[in-house]
């Protein structure tokens, strides 16, 4: 969710002048001139802004009986009032506990198919272009297993530190740990796949401007990019196979932390080599970034950590709730009445 408020903060940017961006509002505007329905760049303002409206909603859904606990033990008026209003109203009782987990249920059913609808949304800004390197059909998988293998990468680079300075080894174990790296090496090889079968088909199809396309990432002016991302998103990973580094906290960062890197690079070696040799050689040239755009990248960095150490500061970060249902002895949160507390 975090994720999705960095991703917006760009369309605004690229407005030109985003302090005069409520000029866009409402459709139509005072000139008469509406967007273009036809562009794959609106088809992700409204992809991506339900995918963070539905996880707005799954997140917050699940937070209300851990609200409603930090509501029954908060010691100022003020903080009481404020998670009381947070909270909803939450009681306890098996009424909410039957409505909340209908509604938690099926948050998580519509969240799941957005995954793929909204990963594949954004690979048509690609695909649907003419750019040898873009045009190309596997882009909407490609997309998808690339989200959960750099998801689950970021998921366990900030939950390793967490775990630590919050002393929640015993809730985030190390069992956890290896079922989420087994994700991951299943994804690394649906990208490394996905690699080869660009290159494959760059070759077989006979297009002379794919083929150079692709010529010109593995061993043009941007190889070091390219082979940086292969090695970083495909045979680093296979480190993890080993069960000693799956659970291994000091084996298996450095390794999430090199994947996070080369899904970076994987982006730069999309945009960039794509774009920097295209059909025209008078419009050749190399990128050299300035430093908006490394202020950029590193804001919207800056703006992720802030968002989520506030999170952590403010809310529980693990679900109270459903650490309780599966203690040993305890009963399942429907069948238990009473209030918030734990």
Known sequence: MFAVICALQFPLVHTGRPWLAYWLLP?????????????????DVFAVSTYGTVSFLFWYTGLLPDLATVRDRARHGLRRALYGILSLGWTGSNRAWSHYEKAYLLFAGLSTPLVLSVHSVVSFDFATSVIPGWHTTIFPPYFVAGAIFSGFAMVATLIVIMRKFFRLEHVVTEDHLDVMNRIVIATSLMVGYAYATEVFIAWYSGAAY???????????????????MVVCNVVVPQLLWLRRVRRSVLLLYPIVILINVGMWFER?????TSLHRDYLPSSWDMFSPTWVDVSLFAGSVGLFLTLMLLFVRFLPAVSLAETKAILPGSQPPARRAGGGHV
């Open 268 to 272: 730069f070696v999309i945009v960039v």
């Open 210 to 228: 794919e083929r150079y396309a692709f010529l010109n990432r593995a061993f043009g002016p941007y190889a070091w990019a390219y082979w940086t």
């Open 27 to 43: 459709l139509p505007n005072a000139n008469g001139i509406w967007v273009n329905f036809r562009s794959p760049l609106l088809w």
